[in-house]
């Protein structure tokens, strides 16, 4: 393996011709100068150069190598450019992997928040819910996953990950406005037991079975779908009710379908994870940054 800063001297002799005069204009003693090519010529196990009277002249393995070194004196410029960049957060590539209200809701302001004061950063965005979106975090296929989890449920977190949390998020019971119950401000649970119900992912299934059981009753679950498009849909169709997020309610696009809160209160905790390395990456931390604001925005919203 060569030392590059051997590769960088033995270019300026090449290119000046002596020992002394690549010392001049590197600020180095003659004696340096020659232990420092007396070590090039170690790494590379044969001489490179020879003596041709008082000066000197390539061999042909000096030949060879000074053919190469000035492209590698070149790419390690573009390295050192290339790494200043990403460490003054003026590029980089972030990959993240959220679920699909936290990509409708969490995602676009911070996106805006950072592109606003780094430009140059630029966010790769994949969809998947947890626990699949952590999955893909541990097989380095993203470097930030956002996901949630509901208290009490089975699924400790990898000890590779940090987990940061970002907030609580509060699930309500979406209803058809023409419904007995949306008059009210909130909906005791016990009073949706001769409901149908739409589930939702399988995380969200296991709660839903849960919490119904803790009001005791076990719900007429007749349609499941991770989509929340469709769920809206179903619901102001009158196929069933459902329980689901707030930040679902801030892209309800149904004018027959209404949210309102769960009596007693019910949340899932929505946390952005990263392998614990990738927090020293400036563009992985400045997005993570991003997205707390945006979640402490939505906090009491």
């Given amino acids: 393996m060569f030392d590059s800063r051997h590769i960088r001297t033995f270019h300026e002799v090449v290119s000046t011709g002596s020992y002394s005069a690549a010392a001049r204009a590197l600020g180095y003693t003659q004696p340096a100068i020659t232990q420092q090519m007396k070590a090039l010529e170690r790494d590379a196990g044969v001489p490179l150069f020879a003596r ?31 790494l200043g960049a990403l460490a003054r957060l003026r590029a980089g590539r972030v990959r993240v992997c959220a679920f699909p209200s936290a990509n409708a809701t969490l995602i676009p302001p911070a996106m805006a ?33 956002l996901a949630f989890s509901y208290p009490g449920a089975p699924g400790e977190v990898p000890e590779e990950l940090v987990e940061i949390p970002l907030m609580e998020d509060q699930l309500t019971i979406l209803l058809p406005v023409g419904h007995p119950l949306a008059r009210r401000h909130a909906v005791r649970l016990a009073d949706l037991a001769e409901e149908r119900w739409i589930a939702g992912c399988p995380r969200c299934r296991a709660n839903l079975l849960t919490i119904c059981a803790d009001a005791g009753f076990d719900p007429d679950v007749v349609f499941t779908t991770d989509d929340n498009l469709a ?32 009596e007693p209160h019910q949340f899932r905790r929505v946390s952005a994870y990263v392998l614990r390395e990738h927090l020293r990456v400036p563009a992985t931390a400045l997005v993570v940054e991003e997205l707390k604001r945006a979640a402490a925005s939505r906090v009491g919203c």
Avoid: N, W, Y
């Fill in 231 to 262: 769920v809206q849909s179903l619901v102001a169709a009158g196929v069933g009710i459902a329980l689901m997020p707030a930040l679902v309610l801030a892209f309800m696009c149904h004018a027959k379908v209404t949210g309102r809160l769960v």
């Fill in 52 to 82: 041709a009277g008082r000066g000197l002249r390539l061999t042909e393995a000096g030949e060879a190598l000074a053919r190469h070194a000035e492209q590698i004196l070149g790419s390690l410029s573009a390295a050192q450019q290339q």
């Fill in 113 to 145: 928040g950072l592109l606003a004061d780094h430009p140059g950063v630029r966010v790769e965005l994949m969809e998947a819910e947890p626990p699949e979106s952590l999955q893909r975090l541990l097989r380095g296929e993203c470097d930030i996953a």
